[in-house]
């Protein structure tokens, strides 16, 4: 039971244009989301984070939304870069506060120059 | 901050000996560690959960003595996979929970690659 899905494995944006990449959950007592970007054989690197009590949350090119009433959150990445060509996970965790994430799949972004 | 570590970073063994795979937190103290895998393509896999002068809690499926773990002090966590085989050949990645902040995040390690040869 896949409780964290990623349903687009992949993604290729423009230089300059807008990334969006989305991820869906099915565990309503999951309470704080988090995006990790990651390149192969390294560990995941944290991105931004967001708390079921925000809708939005900021953090220079990097905006995190939040639908919970759909159980859908986003990463927005503008304007995109090449060095942003990575595998982004989301991630969730509930409110049992033993900190267990639950990762989604993956999505592979590349940025054309 | 919130830097983790892991040694080594990458480990080549015969079938049958074991291998111990260290998880440091540099800059934080973590009472609670985390033990990932990741097979090629693939999200990262929770096997077990390290708390710091307790017994560790593994995930369904995870065979705790094939995998030991150690959380001896609070910046350091271990990993040994004993009797190694090649099935158990993958990628192993820590994270360190930080619990400094208001909402708490896991930092990861840069991840061991093991070959069981």
């Known amino acids: 039971d896949q409780q964290v899905k990623q349903n687009s494995p992949s993604l290729s944006v423009q230089e300059g244009r807008i990334s969006i990449l989305n991820c869906d959950y099915t565990?309503?007592?999951?309470?704080?989301f988090l995006w990790y970007k990651k390149y192969p054989a390294e560990g995941p690197t944290f991105l931004i984070s967001i708390s079921s009590i925000k809708d939005k949350n900021e953090d220079g090119r990097f905006t995190v939304f939040l639908n919970k009433s759909a159980k859908h959150l986003s990463l927005h990445i503008v304007p995109s870069q090449p060095g942003d060509s990575a595998v982004y996970f989301c991630?969730?965790?509930?409110?049992?506060?033993?900190?267990?994430?639950?990762f989604g799949q993956g999505t592979t972004l590349q940025v054309k120059p | 901050g919130a830097v983790v570590s892991q040694h080594p970073s990458w480990v080549i063994c015969k079938s049958g000996t074991s291998v111990k795979i260290e998880c440091r937190s540099l800059?934080?103290?973590?009472?609670?560690m985390f033990w990932y895998r990741q097979f090629p393509k693939q999200s990262l896999m929770l096997m077990a959960t390290s708390n710091e002068g307790s017994k560790a809690t593994y995930e369904q499926g995870v065979e705790k003595d094939k995998f030991l773990i150690n959380h001896a002090s609070l910046t350091l966590s271990t990993l040994t996979v004993t009797s190694a085989h090649p099935e158990d050949s993958s990628f192993y990645i820590c994270?360190?929970?930080?619990?400094?902040?208001?909402?708490?995040?896991?930092?990861f390690g840069p991840g061991t690659r093991l070959l069981v040869l």
């Open positions: 994270s360190a929970r930080d619990g400094r902040g208001a909402e708490e995040t896991q930092y």
């Open positions: 991630a969730a965790s509930g409110s049992s506060n033993t900190g267990k994430l639950i």
């Open positions: 800059d934080f103290q973590a009472t609670t």
């Open positions: 565990n309503s007592m999951f309470d704080y």
